[in-house]
């Protein structure tokens, strides 16, 4: 009986394997780029959503500056304030060569001042019950309700890109291609709550202590 002639198994090539596992790094470094590429611009997405409704705020500002300055007595310094951060906020986020560091803190920087000017208005009881001041505050309100919400969103977003970036090995992607951590809204003294935008007050102002 012949004898079956066992045929001779082939040997792959080294260069086949040097093949293999550059097309395997090739693609993850493509799908990585294009995760890292496709987080960050969520994160400019949810900046640009913040940046608008910032917007909305500074567009009711005059309003409210015209209709609070007319007010006997009041004070001055405090319309001056939440101008001026008015004004910074809107070249800060216009500015081309501005961080977005920079235009974190002008927009907190607007929070504090809107804060301290509505705390100034509840003495006035009689500004409040116009007309014109109702109709201010229930824009404010709404606006200040999609700030946080936009904040918030804003915050999720690039915490869950910064810790991409973080990731071993992504992060010797990320360190290649200059992908940089983004920075978040944080809780600062005056500027970690919406401005307080309830004005029910009563009939008559609360009498101030004698000097």
């Not at 198994?9 to 780029?33: E, F, H």
């Not at 001056?80 to 920087?109: F, G, L, Y």
């Amino acid at each position: 009986m012949a004898k079956a002639v066992a045929t001779p198994t082939k040997k792959i090539p080294t260069w086949a394997y040097l093949v293999g596992a550059v097309l395997i790094l090739g693609g993850w470094l493509m799908s990585s780029y294009n995760g890292l590429v496709s987080a960050q611009g969520e994160v400019q997405k949810t900046w640009s959503q913040v940046e608008a409704e910032y917007q909305r705020r500074a567009d009711l500002i005059p309003s409210l500056v015209a209709t609070v300055q007319g007010a006997a007595d009041f004070e001055q310094s405090t319309l001056v304030e939440v101008t001026e951060a008015r004004t910074k906020w809107m070249n800060t986020s216009a500015d081309p060569t501005a961080s977005r560091e920079d235009q974190i803190a002008a927009s907190q920087a607007f929070d504090s001042a809107l804060s301290r000017l509505l705390v100034t208005v509840e003495a006035y009881p009689t500004l409040t019950a116009t007309e014109g001041f109702q109709t201010f505050q229930s824009q404010l309100e709404g606006t200040e309700n999609r700030i946080t919400v936009a904040r918030m969103d804003y915050n999720d977003i690039a915490g869950d890109y910064n810790i991409k970036i973080r990731s071993f090995p992504t992060n010797l992607l990320a360190g290649m291609f200059n992908f940089e951590e983004s920075p978040l809204f944080e809780s600062s003294e005056g500027s970690e709550d919406a401005p307080n935008v309830d004005f029910s007050f009563g009939e008559e102002p609360v009498a101030e202590p004698a000097q």
